[in-house]
């Protein structure tokens, strides 16, 4: 198993300039590592990229990153559609800007989800 590094609090700008942290668990290394940007789930209302914990540690380990984004979420009263939507693209946009920096490889992104991060990740 190979050496790896978290970093947490990486923050990128949502739609509407709010501003999202995803965590980033990658080999460590000079890279560039090819990268999953997973989407957690949580019935669009709850939830937290710390859901990767585990698979991005495992991952890392054998010499893929993972960055675990959010996304805002859904609240009565207030449109929800397509924010989530747009935080998400933005988390895929961020991640092959800064590539270099974060020492992965921008033409080996994915996208993965679970439940609600799922459906997301599927649009």
């Known amino acids: 198993m190979g050496a790896i590094e978290i970093r947490k609090d990486i923050a990128f700008a949502g739609c509407g300039g709010q501003p999202f942290k995803g965590v980033l668990y990658r080999p460590t290394g000079v890279g560039p590592h090819p990268v999953l940007v ?3 789930g949580g019935g669009w209302r709850r939830g937290s990229p710390d ?3 585990v698979l991005g540690a495992w991952l890392a380990e054998r010499g893929y990153a993972l960055f675990a984004t959010t996304y805002r979420f859904a609240a009565p009263g207030k ?3 397509p924010h989530a939507f747009h935080d998400v693209r933005a ?3 961020n991640v092959r800007g800064r590539a270099g ?3 992965i490889d921008p033409s080996r992104i994915g996208l993965m989800g ?3 991060g799922g459906n997301l990740a599927a649009l």
């Open 38 to 40: 997973a989407v957690h």
């Open 51 to 53: 859901t990767y914990a």
């Open 79 to 81: 449109p929800s559609w």
């Open 91 to 93: 988390a895929v946009q």
């Open 101 to 103: 920096e974060l020492g």
């Open 114 to 116: 679970d439940s609600a």
